[in-house]
C-alpha cells in the first residue's frame, strides 16, 4: 500500500460522448471535444465515465472510439477509459484493451447489475480482472458512484484491494457525493489517490492529499478547475474554489450529462450536442435558457473551440 | 391493445446458469438442465434472466448458448430469452438475434444503469428497440425487477408501450414481490400477459387472468409449479399453492441464485452447480445444509435427472 512518489494528477475530464441524430456515435465530434478538453488545461481524459454514456455504449463502439482518439494524436497516456460492465468477460476484454493501448489506468466500476452483493463478490470480481488482464502495466482505478451503480466500494474492500494487488489497484474516483466518505479514504490510505467526482471538493481534498478530481462539469470547465489545480497553495485558492463551486451547483440542478451538452450545443452553436441516448433526455429548451441564464449571472462563459481543435489532423 | 386469444402460457423458468471451476459457461450442464425442466413439466424457459446470471454473461456468451440449446434440439418456441442489456446496441443485437432464431418472444430489462430516469425515457429506450429490430415476429415481455435494476417499468409507461405497440409489448415479468403491483396490471390491462416474478403470487395472479409465472425458484420446484398452473380450478389449489409458498420461503431467506445453485448441486451430486461468477458468491456449506434440512422438513425433495435429460443428443 505503500504510495507512489507521483504528484497530483490533476482534473481527468469523463468526456461526453457526442452522437448523430440517429444515435450513432460521432466519432468526428467526440475527437474533437477530446482535443479541445485537453488544449483547455484537461490533465487527462476519463473517458467512458457515466458523463460519457458509456453504459450506453457497446463494447465495440469504446474500443472503437479510444483506437480513434489514439490513432487521431490523442496521448494514450493521458487517457483513463471506463471499462466495469456488469459482465466479467467484458470488463476483461475491455480493460485488456485498454492497458495494451497503452492507457494510463482504468476506471473501474463494481459489475452493478446485482445489488445487496457483499464486500467479498465486490473484492472476487476486482480480484478476477487483475488476475484474467494479467498485465504489468494494469493500474485500476476503482469508480465508486453507489447512486448509480447501486454498488461500491466500501473501506474495507479497498484496504483488501490494496493489500492483495499493489502498484495495481492505485486510486479511486470517490463520486458517493459525500465528502466524510472521501476524507476517510484520504485518511485511511495515504498515496492512494483519491480523485473526489466533483469539483466542489476538489480544494478540500487536495489539502489532505487528493490528487485532483474527475467530474462531469469539467467537460464546460476545465480551465478553472486546471487553474485551482495549479493554484491550490495560493491566495486566491479559495476564490477559485467558489466559482467552481457556484458553477457546478447551477449545473446540477439539472441531470448532469443532458445539462452538459445542453451547455456545449449553446455555447459552439452546435445543436446536435443536445442528442442523448434512452434512457437519457435531451434538456429542454426551456430548462436550457434557464441553465444559461444563470450561468450568465455567474460571469461564466464557455471558452470558445479552436479551429485546431475542431479538425484535428 | 385487444389482447390475443392465447390461453395462460404457464410457467416459464429462468433457467441457472452453471459454469466450470474456472468461471467459463458450462454449455453441456446448462443444456441438460434446460431439457430437464422441460421434461419435468416447463411451458418454457425464460433462459438469460436474473436467475440465470445473464447480467454476469457477454453478449457473445448468450447468443452461444442460445445456438447451443436450439442446435441440440430444444424448441425455439418455448424460449423467451433476456435480451435487455444498459446500451442500446446490445439490446438491439441480442433482441434481433432472439426472433431471428424463432424464439417465443424476449423478457426486456429496460436499460438499467442510469437510475432516476423519466418515463418518456423508459419509453424511448423500447421504442427504439421496437423501431430497430423491426421484425414482424417481435413479441416484447417487458421485465420489471426494480429491486435490482433500480429502473423498472409504471403504469403509465406500460399504457403507452401499449397503445404504441400493440401486438408487439404483449406480457410482463413483475417481479416487483408487490402483489398490489401485479394486481393493478391486470386489472388496469385486460389481456396484457403478466407473469408474477414469485409462484407465491400464482394462484392469485390466475384468478385474475395472470397467464402463469416466471420464477427462480421454478429451477427446483417446476413440476410442482406446473401442477398448479393446469389444476388451479381444481379444490386442490389452495393446498398446492400453499405447498409451493413454503416452499418458495424457504429459499428465499438466502440469495436465490446460490441458494438454487446448491439445490441442484446437492441433489443431482454435482457440486460443480455451485460456481457462480462474481460478485455473486456461493452458499455456504452452512447455509445449505441449514436449507436442505428445512427443505426436508416441507417434503420437498428434487427429481432426479433423468439419463436422457443429462445426455440429450
Known amino acids: 500500500m505503500a504510495l507512489t512518489n507521483r504528484s497530483p494528477r490533476g482534473v481527468f475530464v469523463p468526456a461526453l460522448t457526442p452522437f448523430t441524430a440517429d444515435l450513432a456515435v460521432d466519432r468526428a465530434?467526440?475527437?474533437?471535444?477530446?482535443?479541445?478538453?485537453?488544449?483547455?488545461?484537461?490533465?487527462?481524459?476519463?473517458?467512458?465515465g457515466t458523463t460519457s454514456?458509456?453504459?450506453?455504449?457497446?463494447?465495440?463502439?469504446?474500443?472503437?472510439?479510444?483506437?480513434?482518439?489514439?490513432?487521431?494524436?490523442?496521448?494514450?497516456?493521458v487517457l483513463m477509459p471506463g471499462t466495469g460492465c456488469c459482465a466479467l468477460p467484458d470488463t476483461v476484454a475491455l480493460t485488456r484493451h485498454a492497458m495494451e493501448h497503452g492507457a494510463f489506468g482504468v476506471l473501474l466500476l463494481p459489475p452493478f447489475y446485482y445489488k445487496n452483493v457483499s464486500d467479498d463478490g465486490v473484492f472476487a470480481a476486482i480480484a478476477e480482472v487483475v488476475q484474467r488482464v494479467a498485465d504489468s502495466r494494469l493500474r485500476i482505478y476503482l469508480y465508486h458512484i453507489?447512486?448509480?451503480?447501486?454498488?461500491?466500494f466500501s473501506l474495507p474492500v479497498i484496504e483488501r484491494l490494496l493489500k492483495a494487488f499493489p502498484g495495481?489497484?492505485?486510486g479511486i474516483k470517490d463520486s458517493s457525493g459525500d465528502w466524510n466518505n472521501t476524507a476517510a479514504m484520504l485518511k485511511?490510505?495515504?498515496?492512494?489517490?483519491v480523485f473526489p467526482g466533483s469539483e466542489t471538493y476538489l480544494l478540500d481534498a487536495l489539502r489532505l492529499g487528493g490528487t485532483g478530481c474527475i467530474?462531469?462539469?469539467?467537460?464546460?470547465?476545465?480551465?478553472?478547475?486546471?487553474?485551482?489545480?495549479?493554484?491550490?497553495?495560493?491566495?486566491?485558492?479559495?476564490?477559485?474554489?467558489?466559482?467552481?463551486?457556484?458553477v457546478r451547483a447551477a449545473i446540477q440542478k439539472y441531470p448532469l450529462v443532458s445539462a452538459n451538452k445542453a451547455i456545449l450545443a449553446q455555447?459552439?452553436?452546435e445543436p446536435g450536442w443536445n442528442v442523448v441516448r434512452p434512457p437519457l433526455g435531451a434538456?429542454?429548451?426551456?430548462?436550457?435558457?434557464?441553465?444559461?441564464?444563470?450561468?450568465?449571472?455567474?460571469?461564466?462563459s464557455l471558452p470558445s473551440t479552436s479551429q485546431q481543435a475542431m479538425a484535428p489532423a
Chains 1, 2 share one sequence.
Open 29 to 48: 465530434r467526440f475527437l474533437a471535444h477530446c482535443a479541445w478538453l485537453l488544449e483547455q488545461g484537461a490533465n487527462g481524459l476519463a473517458v467512458f
Open 53 to 77: 454514456e458509456a453504459n450506453s455504449l457497446s463494447n465495440n463502439e469504446r474500443m472503437q472510439l479510444l483506437d480513434h482518439l489514439i490513432h487521431h494524436g490523442i496521448a494514450a497516456n
Open 146 to 152: 453507489p447512486a448509480m451503480a447501486g454498488v461500491g
Open 168 to 170: 495495481v489497484v492505485v
Open 188 to 193: 485511511a490510505f495515504p498515496g492512494f489517490e
Open 215 to 246: 467530474s462531469a462539469t469539467a467537460n464546460i470547465n476545465v480551465a478553472a478547475t486546471r487553474r485551482l489545480i495549479d493554484g491550490w497553495t495560493s491566495p486566491t485558492a479559495d476564490d477559485l474554489q467558489a466559482q467552481l463551486t457556484a
Open 267 to 269: 455555447a459552439h452553436a
Open 283 to 300: 434538456l429542454s429548451a426551456e430548462a436550457t435558457a434557464e441553465l444559461m441564464r444563470a450561468l450568465a449571472a455567474l460571469q461564466f
